[in-house]
């Protein structure tokens, strides 16, 4: 049977990792720095990425590769490298095709630590970012765009805020101006929403959230769909376009062709500079669970939506925000971009603001206070008394985040067990 055929939930199985006759049934780990070689030439080629092969593992390792080539697989891609987070995988993705001088378009619900990379780290290295709503108009979306645009980037369900992107509108509006759309695919993961399928060219993930999904190890994902045509735009692209002077005058687009030159760069410009590599036993846990993310998304997204119906239904709350509601202002885009659903997580206010939300979550017990999302463990956090408490009511509404906001994280438990837990929290106030 040929592979690319197979269904998501083989792929999460049994994606990446094709063992031969007599070698191990599990991904192995091969926990080792460095690679053997009988001679310097045979070193040498490798160096010269004129044959492929590992030395270093800061570089490539067999594991890291492996599952790489599982994620690669879900989302449909041509090639894709593992990081050692989320908040890495964001900053090559970008900086990997822009750099000082340059600017990007980015979507206004991304997530805070995003938001903060682009907005105040990367402005510092030289590269602007205009930050619009995910709900404008084409033309409002056209008008961010500038002569030094070199990405549009966006989160398929923005965590926190829980908004789902059109990403076609954002897809059709990079590739007019002549650049690759990247998206952060993070909540949603590729059982739920393929963004190559809708035009997007990059993808990019926080493993340590779903993938993962046990609250075990920080990790971050690069895929590239192969579909964007840096030659087509080199004057744009010159790091890919033109010959890399300290590797040899390879230019990457022309060696490694539209599906190989974005990863290739990374691996071999950023990773071997900035060295933010994930660990072959990282790896080997983040592969443990992609064997189960089929099964938990479709639990995780069940509970949410259980969860959310009943508190949509309580007098003691204000409102609820989760995109499989009939009544929330996504519903038909996550309809079209995630038939299957959305992810597990579920924001909400309850009656008497930011007293009555500290009163509430004191009182749970099967659902934990944690600054985590995506674990298999329900969890909930309250920003307003928490990462924003900061904050006074009136900069908590500026911010988008409410001083009765809950979020909570559906876990894959039973969700008669966290509706009773929410239920006997909510009489206590
Ligand atoms: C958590 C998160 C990140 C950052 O990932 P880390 O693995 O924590 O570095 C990026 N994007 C989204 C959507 C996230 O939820």
């Not at 449909?76 to 989320?86: D, I």
């Not at 980015?106 to 619009?132: Q, R, W």
């Not at 007019?176 to 993808?203: S, Y």
């Not at 985590?372 to 900069?395: G, I």
């Amino acid at each position: 049977m040929d592979k690319k055929n197979q269904k998501i939930e083989t792929k999460c199985v049994q994606g990446g990792y094709t063992p031969q006759n007599g070698e191990p049934r599990q991904v192995p780990i091969i926990q080792s720095t460095t690679f053997k070689y009988a001679t310097s030439e045979d070193m040498g080629k490798l160096f010269d990425l004129e044959a492929s092969g590992y030395f270093y593992s800061r570089l490539q390792n067999p594991t890291c590769d492996t599952v790489a080539a599982k994620i690669c697989e879900l989302e449909g891609g041509t090639a894709a490298m593992l990081l050692s987070s989320g908040q890495a995988a964001s900053f090559f993705s970008v900086f990997n095709i822009a750099s000082c001088g340059d600017h990007i378009v980015c979507s206004t619900n991304v997530y805070g630590g995003t938001y903060n990379l682009f907005a105040v780290t990367m402005k510092k290295m030289g590269i602007n970012f205009t930050f619009i709503n995910p709900d404008c108009s084409e033309d409002e979306l056209n008008a961010a765009f500038q002569e030094n645009t070199k990405a549009v980037f966006g989160e398929t369900i923005a965590n926190p805020a829980l908004t789902v992107l059109d990403i076609e509108k954002f897809a059709k509006a990079a590739h007019a101006h002549g650049v690759p759309l990247i998206i952060d695919n993070t909540f949603a993961t590729p059982v739920n929403c393929r963004p190559f399928e809708w035009g997007a060219d990059i993808v990019t993930h926080s493993t340590t959230k779903y993938m993962d999904g046990h609250g075990g190890a920080i990790g971050g994902c690069i895929v590239d769909s192969g579909n964007f045509d840096w030659m087509a735009h080199a004057d744009k692209f010159p790091g890919l376009c033109t010959p890399d002077e300290s590797y040899h005058g390879i230019t990457y687009a022309e060696k490694f062709g539209q599906g190989g030159a974005d990863i290739t760069k990374a691996t071999a410009q950023l990773m071997r500079d900035f060295g933010c590599c994930q660990s072959p036993q990282s790896a080997y846990y983040l592969n443990l669970g992609l064997e189960s993310l089929h099964l938990r998304m479709e639990r995780h997204c069940l509970n949410a939506q259980k969860v959310a119906e009943y508190l949509e239904g309580h007098e003691k709350i204000t409102w609820v925000n989760y995109a499989g509601l009939p009544s929330n202002k996504y519903y038909e885009l996550a309809k079209k971009y995630m038939p299957k659903g959305t992810c597990g997580v579920v924001s909400f206010g309850v009656k008497g603001g930011r007293s009555a939300a500290e009163k509430f979550m004191k009182k749970l017990s099967v659902i934990a206070i944690e600054t985590h999302v995506a674990d298999a463990r329900s969890c909930c956090l309250h920003p307003a008394s928490a990462t924003h408490r900061q904050m006074n009511d009136e900069e908590l509404i500026a911010a988008g985040v409410p001083g009765d906001l809950i979020r909570l994280s559906c876990g894959i438990e039973s969700y008669e067990d966290l509706i009773a837990d929410i239920e006997q929290a909510l009489k206590e106030i």
